[in-house]
């Protein structure tokens, strides 16, 4: 069955400083999509990346980054030089290959709170 | 500009009352989803449609009823059987495979009188 987990339920740091967002998932496909999604205090999720199962290459963007390691089975998120407006829920998610059960699994979240 | 538009912002049920809330789409999406958020509970999947005329039971179905009549709207109603529906309510879609991103709504906001 699949599973997301992410073990910090809230996290708060000083602005300017790096954050680091864990994310570990369980699935039994060997194809497979992760996905982070933000969720600012108006409260729509806003989806910041995508990434499949056969590409292990890290991602950045801007002050974001993504490490993707199967062998560990996570998915993590770090936030370079935090700024105020990070502030937010982050959601990791995953979706096995679509079929006729096409949904995705989210995680429980992570509050994050930059302090100025 | 497309998007997807829930409405209302806020609403409230009283003892015994059904209420719907509404998810309209313009991005000719073929999937659409409601999600129920709780305090620390993440998101929790309600019902799903991958086409018209046709859904399916998410994990926490019971107390809840949907209906996808048209492609771009897809109606949500508690239920008075349910009988704890204060929750934040959010409804997304997207084109047909669960393996692309989801777009989402603002979200509805429901609570009991």
């Known amino acids: 069955a699949q599973k997301v987990t992410q073990a910090q339920t809230e996290i708060s740091v000083v602005e300017k400083e790096d954050v680091t967002l864990d994310c570990v998932y369980e699935?039994?496909?060997?194809?497979?999509?992760l996905f982070w999604y933000k969720q600012p205090p108006s409260g729509e999720l806003v989806f910041l990346i995508r990434?499949?199962?056969?590409?292990?290459q890290n991602e950045i963007s801007g002050r974001y980054s993504w490490n993707f390691q199967k062998s560990t089975s996570s998915f993590n998120f770090t936030i370079t030089a935090s700024q105020v407006v990070d502030s937010a829920v982050y959601f990791c998610?995953?979706?096995?290959?679509?079929?006729?059960?096409?949904?995705?699994?989210f995680g429980k979240g992570t509050r994050l709170h930059i302090l100025p | 500009d497309g998007g997807i538009t829930q409405s209302p912002k806020y609403l409230f049920r009283k003892e015994g009352q059904n209420v719907t809330l509404s998810c309209e789409q313009n991005?000719?999406?073929?999937?659409m989803y409601w999600y129920r958020q709780d305090p620390g509970q993440g998101l929790r999947l309600i019902y799903y449609?991958?086409?018209?005329?046709?859904?399916q039971k998410g994990d926490i179905a019971e107390g809840y009823s949907v209906s996808r009549e048209k492609k771009e709207s897809f109606p949500l109603t508690v239920t008075s059987a349910q009988k704890n529906p204060t929750a934040f309510y959010l409804c997304?879609?997207?084109?047909?495979?669960?393996?692309?991103?989801?777009?989402f709504g603002d979200g509805t906001r429901l609570s009991i009188l």
């Open positions: 997304a879609s997207t084109l047909y495979r669960g393996n692309q991103p989801q777009h």
């Open positions: 699935t039994r496909d060997t194809t497979y999509y």
């Open positions: 990434r499949n199962s056969f590409d292990e």
């Open positions: 998610a995953l979706s096995e290959r679509g079929g006729r059960d096409d949904k995705i699994i």
């Open positions: 991005l000719n999406h073929d999937a």
């Open positions: 449609s991958q086409i018209v005329n046709d859904f």
